[in-house]
């Protein structure tokens, strides 16, 4: 009997499969090139003379809306005109009574897209009756062009508070149809 061992030979290291490295740089690729393709378009619409005057007449459209209603901040016009009433039992005649006694800062009452001087009410206020529905519109701003070209888009903001664009509902939704008689 003999006592011989057979050498062993040695197993060669596992390598990952050509398949995986393959998607591994498809998946690179694929990620750089949609990369590239967004800073494209960003640079293409921030470049775009159309592009920046509807951001920007977005962005004055936005402050607006703080001007009429802002839940951070009572110092807003519909907080105002609530304060207001609640101390004269009516409403004012005039947005401009607001100020001093129940708006800080006069700047709310003018629209940030007015191009008028800063001291001027911007805004189109109708006095309500103190039992007017709350959807009764009290303050308009109709400054707000978005496209060149198109009607301005019209902010109102209603007696019980809420801000609507023309068009759309308190709930940013298309508004409800009228109903015959409205």
Known sequence: MTNETQPVEPTAPRTKSNCLVAVGITCLVVLIVGVLIVLWIVRLLTT???FKQAYGGAKLMAECQLHLQNPNSKQ???DALERYRTRNSRYP????????DFLEDRAVLHCPAD???KD???YDYTQPAVDAPGKTVVVECKRHVIVEGQPPW???LRKDGQVMR???AP????????QPGE
């Open 76 to 78: 807003d016009i519909s």
């Open 154 to 156: 019209v902010l109102m």
């Open 166 to 168: 023309s068009g759309y």
């Open 48 to 50: 775009n003379p159309a």
């Open 171 to 178: 709930h940013g939704g298309p508004a409800e149809p009228k």
């Open 93 to 100: 005649t005039a947005l401009d009574e607001l100020y001093p």
């Open 115 to 117: 191009p008028r001087p």
């Open 120 to 122: 001027v009410v911007s």
